[in-house]
């Protein structure tokens, strides 16, 4: 029963900060002339009003999802990865390249193209993290930068050596990837593809091992108190690079789904301009870096995008709305748990000044 | 003549620990009166009330004859009182000049005279002969400098009483006599110092009195002319004999051997430490804490560099081996904090009973933990204790616990990992007598099952209940070593202040 | 065209003003504790309101002032988060990133009823300024004179900044709480004023920032179109290891790259890499400056659970 009663207090928490969220919302709806309830119907239809609508907000989910998945690790051992934009494009940008260029049948340079692309995606961030293992630069602000570099590099290779030159039109992105190599869709004529289940998978796959392995008690204890972990013999700095490295992967993973199963080519900024990687700390951050949780806010988070679309298609709201509900939503997740906080400072404070 | 400082009936108490139980000191103009006591005997908190940073729960102070009221820092700086931290609380990329001003800026319009502030400090420092630089940065100041900076800055904002927090702790010998020679000036020049210490040699040399608390009471004040190192010590450390229980000699074969250990950072914090564990032993080092015990222990569990010497477990040397390698070598560790190294306090008992066990094959398969195994060995420590964890039983947070059951958590987990050597540091402080009881008891069946073990206290009573052999620590050094018959709480606290004791070997073996 | 000539640093100045403004503003937050990553949110703000305070009074310097006051509000939120709620910091300037892309969208439909960008080709940008004598210099009357008043304001800000800190009581006391917040608090210092005062002045020299983009050349207000500005004001300002003549040279680095790499094209060299040396030019600064701990940025980073 206790159990219960804590699972239902760790729920307030977001359930409060997504009222709020919809209710400033309306607030926004209202100054700008609209009918809130009409605008927040279009955005129920939007995100789930049809199998359609259902399917894409999944679709968008997806690489928000393995996104945030990444992260929840990283931020449970205490890693602060920022790097996830830059991480999510080199896994991309890398599967494409083996998806178009790997002399071997379909399904073989599928299975490669997703290989690489967590790898590469690994890589990247395990980068950020050797940088701080040995030359302590700090990796909150190595990984932000080195997600510019990613993206620019890509944006280059796609610009120059490895643009489809096909079209009458110089466009900064790959030739499309042959049939073969596509990740299927679930259902015909909709938008999710094979990279949700990806995504699911992954999820489990990440709360199996933090609940029952030893690496993630090592990530749980890292996170908690590193000091602890230390005096009980965790080696720290292996600890971190792992937890970068598949960080990274997923990351890497997610923009490499978006490809083989969305784009089918390497577009520059297909990845970017979506707020993907932000989108996704968000879902990390909404969950507590809670792994089965992340799969509920990259939902809510998506629904709230497609929602969004579905708004500006059919009134004059514009999609926009999404951005401010999002950012409500965090900062008041971010208050309530420095709140929590806050008010036992206080009561020590005035445990330490009783007069009698 | 009326006090400068009067404090009377002082009393703090924290729910139901008592750190204060009405104490009460005065201070003359010009007086330099010390406060010396163990650590946890409530000097600490005595002073954070007269600084306004706590608030007492009974008693009053009263400066100049004015009884005061301090709610905070400001409060206290205004009627004269400078604290000189025993850390610093300094800039390091400001000049010597800017830290000692700082919120008392000399300014014109807004804009900070510094060459003002430079002059101003220069004369402070000539006046009271404290020399100091003005113009150097703080970060590339010695210690014994920094702290003069720090005595500097009470004086310019305007202090009369002066309270130095352990102020010898981090200097060199030089730098101690010069400290004493500032203070006898400033009290010639009409301040007056309270000197906050547990370093029996300079109360000796520099106080005109003497005020000793133990266990939150004052156990005496008294004249320097009426007293001597060795009463003082007495006084800090309680009167009350201890009758040592007779022991059967288990002594087996060397089990822990430390060779010649130096641990060096910015000074020497342990110095040429050589002694063994044998099996079957429990060998117990006594010291007033800050005299190198803490850093011994890091160095052997593998929680701080060694700079020379060598440390063997068994046949094996793990002299700067990594903390995975030497528990694997075979030890067990009890940490000094148990809140900062010991436990994860939001996570459950279950999680943090699992550390230094998540590896281990027997509670692994195929690369999966085996919880339920693992809690059907916690559910044993918790009956076997008797660890009140509350109605969520395992699932608790750790952090919920109380001090005494916490500990006996910790206490056992090491013991369960089963290795020849455990080393406990504090293993029974802030902990309930029914606490303490269960954990000595543990830590005798231990040593008679034949294992050794370390043990680290500034309770002088637990090292002589425990011990079959006693190593005092003073300075980084063993000061003297004592066996089980030989040893008399005594002896044991003059070794502790830096004396020495006729019957005892230096540098054991 | 040439490569290297001097309408290159001409338009490198107008180009790195909103940068410098906002590293500056960033710059100050960093000095007292705080890294402030909301930076992009805040120009984007700023630059709206400075199209509706122009569009409603005619007046630049009320345009001026209402994008000042608008920031600022924004930037208060930002600082009641992490100061008085203890927020996450990092968190905190995401979330402000979002709500000011939003919220501005959102005003550009419910203000001016249209989608996508505001132009108004009646409405007055902020003049040009010729200098009297040095106009007429050869060279460098091109290059100094003739410029916004906002960029003479920003350099202005840099040499100022520099001023507050070295000479004037408050900006040393402000200093001293990014130094070592715990002795600051000890001694009485108002930490938290001192905090709240950084963040309001970052929030003005955000909104001017932001100004320089929607009225310095065009005065056009486009959704979003801080466009990575308000990151890379981020980098210069820890490149130039916060501080403002650091600063001014390393936005100016920033300036050049992006005015080169157009350039460059004609050259056949990829922009992307020009545009790139920054960023690696301060993971590289970082490794030889980490001992020198000028940002506090990062610094007592936890993990955000």
């Given at each position: 029963m206790a159990a219960v009663k804590q699972l239902c207090k760790s729920l307030v928490q977001p359930l409060l900060a997504v009222i709020i969220g919809l209710l400033t919302g309306a607030l926004v709806i209202a100054a700008v002339g609209e009918s809130i309830i009409g605008t927040y119907q279009e955005m129920w239809k939007g995100a789930f009003g049809s199998f359609y609508f259902l399917t894409s907000t999944l679709a968008r989910a997806t690489p928000i999802m393995l996104i945030g998945l990444g992260l929840s690790l990283a931020f449970r051992a205490g890693v602060f990865n920022l790097g996830a934009e830059g991480q999510m494009v080199t896994g991309a940008i890398s599967a494409t390249l083996v998806a178009l260029y790997?002399?071997?049948p379909g399904f073989v340079k599928m299975v490669a193209a997703l290989v690489t692309g967590v790898l590469a995606g690994g890589l990247w961030s395990l980068f950020a993290g050797y940088l701080e293992a040995r030359?302590?630069?700090?990796l909150l602000i190595s990984s932000l930068l080195l997600n510019y570099v990613a993206v620019l590099f890509a944006g280059y290779l796609v610009s120059e050596p490895f643009q489809d030159k096909t079209g009458s039109a110089a466009m900064a992105q790959t030739p499309m990837l042959e049939k073969s190599v596509w990740l299927p869709k679930l259902f015909a004529g909709m938008s999710v593809h094979a990279g949700f289940l990806f995504a699911l998978a992954a999820a489990l796959l990440i709360f199996f091992v933090i609940r029952y392995t030893p690496f993630g008690y090592e990530v749980k204890m890292l996170g908690q108190n590193p000091f602890f972990s230390r005096y009980g013999g965790v080696n720290r700095v292996r600890v971190m690079l792992t937890g970068m490295f598949f960080s990274g992967g997923l990351a890497g993973l997610a923009g490499t789904v978006e490809v083989l199963g969305s784009h089918y080519r390497y577009v520059e900024g297909a990845l970017t301009l979506p707020n993907f990687a932000w989108t996704g700390l968000m879902a990390t951050l909404l969950a507590n870096s809670h792994p089965i949780g992340v799969v509920f806010t990259s939902l809510l988070l998506a629904a709230l995008q497609t929602g969004a679309m579905g708004v500006e298609r059919n009134t004059d709201v514009p999609l926009e709305l999404a951005s401010v509900i999002q950012a409500v939503l965090i900062l008041f997740i971010s208050a309530k748990f420095s709140y929590d906080w806050w008010k036992n400072r206080n009561n020590k404070r005035r445990e330490s000044h009783g007069a009698v | 003549m009326e006090n400068r400082l009067e404090m009377r009936g002082m009393t703090k108490r924290y729910g139901d620990f008592t750190a204060n139980d009405n104490v009460s000191f005065t201070l003359k103009e010009g007086e330099v009166h010390a406060i010396v006591g163990e650590n946890g005997a409530g000097k600490t908190t005595l002073m954070r009330m007269l600084y306004g940073m706590e608030q007492p729960t009974a008693g009053e102070i009263a400066v100049n004859g004015k009884p005061v009221v301090f709610r905070g820092p400001e409060d206290a700086i205004r009627h004269g009182i400078g604290m000189v931290h025993q850390h610093f609380m300094l800039f390091?990329?400001?000049t010597v000049a800017e830290n000692i001003v700082i919120g008392y800026e000399p300014q014109s319009k807004g804009l900070f005279q510094r060459k003002e502030a430079a002059s101003a400090v220069r004369s402070l420092s000539e006046r009271y002969r404290i020399p100091i630089n003005e113009n150097a940065k703080v970060s590339s100041c010695s210690v014994g400098e920094q702290q003069r900076v720090e005595i500097l800055k009470v004086l310019y904002q305007g202090a009369d009483i002066i309270v130095l927090d352990e102020p010898t702790a981090v200097l060199t010998p030089l730098e101690v006599k010069e400290l004493l020679q500032t203070i006898r000036h400033l009290a010639e020049s009409g301040k007056s110092v309270i000197l906050i210490t547990h370093k029996l040699q300079e109360v000796m040399e520099v106080a005109d009195r003497v005020t000793v608390l133990r266990g939150g009471r004052v156990t005496g004040t008294v004249s320097r002319s009426e007293t001597n190192a060795d009463d003082l010590a007495r006084m800090m450390v309680g009167r009350e004999l201890q009758q040592l229980t007779d022991r059967v000699r288990l002594e087996g074969k060397p089990l822990l051997r430390v060779q010649g250990l130096n641990v060096r950072e910015k000074q020497t914090l342990v110095d040429d430490v050589t002694f063994s564990v044998h099996h079957g032993e429990i060998v117990g080092i006594a010291g007033v804490s800050g005299n190198g015990q803490s850093e011994l222990l890091e160095a052997l569990t593998g929680l701080r560099a060694v700079s020379e010497g060598k440390v063997y477990l068994g046949e094996k040397d793990v002299t700067g081996q990594s903390v995975a390698a030497i528990r694997e070598a075979g030890l067990a560790h009890i940490p000094e904090d148990r809140y900062l190294w010991g436990t994860a306090k939001r996570e459950s008992v279950e999680e943090n009973a699992l550390m230094g066990y998540q590896r281990k094959p027997e509670y692994m398969r195929r690369g999966v933990v085996l919880r339920s195994k693992f809690r059907r060995v916690v559910e044993e420590w918790v009956e076997r204790f008797a660890i009140k964890t509350g109605s969520l039983h395992l699932k608790e947070q750790a952090g919920n616990l109380s001090g005494g059951n916490l500990q006996k958590l910790i206490v056992a987990r090491e013991l369960g990992q089963n290795t020849p050597l455990l080393i406990a540091a504090e293993p029974t402080r802030g902990v309930d007598i029914g606490a303490m009881e269960y954990i000595h008891q543990a830590l005798l069946e231990k040593r008679n099952n034949g294992d050794g073990i370390l043990l680290v206290s500034s309770e002088l009573t637990e090292i002589l209940a425990l011990s079959d052999r006693i190593l005092v620590m003073y300075k980084g050094r063993i000061a003297g070593e004592l066996t089980r018959s030989e040893a008399t709480e005594e002896k044991i606290s003059v070794l502790m202040a830096g004396g020495s004791v006729y019957g005892s070997s230096q540098a054991a073996m | 065209m040439e490569l290297f000539d001097w309408s290159l640093v001409s338009s490198t100045i107008r180009m790195v003003t909103p940068i410098l403004l906002a590293a500056l503003g960033g710059a100050l937050c960093s000095r007292v504790g705080i890294f402030n990553v909301g930076l992009e949110g805040l120009i984007l703000v700023g630059a709206f309101s400075a199209i509706v305070g122009n569009h409603f009074t005619g007046s630049l310097l009320l345009a001026l002032l209402f994008a000042a006051l608008v920031t600022v509000l924004f930037s208060l939120l930002f600082a009641y988060m992490t100061?008085?709620?203890?927020?996450n910091e990092i968190v905190v300037g995401v979330a402000i990133n979002f709500l000011g892309l939003g919220l501005t969208t959102f005003a550009l439909r419910a203000v001016f009823d249209v989608k996508g960008a505001f132009y108004d080709k009646d409405m007055a940008g902020l003049p040009q300024w010729q200098i009297p004598l040095i106009k007429d210099i050869p060279v460098l009357g091109d290059i100094i004179s003739g410029h916004s008043p906002l960029v003479y304001f920003a350099f202005l800000a840099a040499v100022l900044l520099h001023f507050f800190f070295t000479r004037t009581v408050t900006g040393f006391r402000a200093l001293a709480v990014g130094m070592n917040a715990t002795a600051a608090r000890s001694l009485g210092l108002k930490a938290t004023r001192l905090q709240v005062l950084a963040i309001v002045m970052c929030g003005v020299l955000c909104g001017m920032a932001g100004a320089q983009l929607s009225l310095g050349q065009v005065t056009m207000f486009t959704e979003g179109m801080t466009a990575g500005r308000g990151f890379i004001a981020l980098v210069a300002m820890m490149l130039g290891q916060a501080h403002p003549l650091g600063i001014l040279a390393s936005s100016f680095l920033f300036g050049l790259m992006d005015a080169l790499s157009i350039r460059l094209q004609g050259f056949s060299l990829p922009t992307q890499f020009t545009a790139m040396l920054p960023y690696v030019l301060t993971i590289a600064a970082m490794f030889f400056l980490k001992d020198k701990g000028a940002s506090s940025a990062g610094s007592s980073q936890q993990s955000t659970r």
């Open positions: 790997l002399p071997a030359f302590r630069i700090q | 390091p990329d400001f | 100061i008085g709620l203890r927020a």
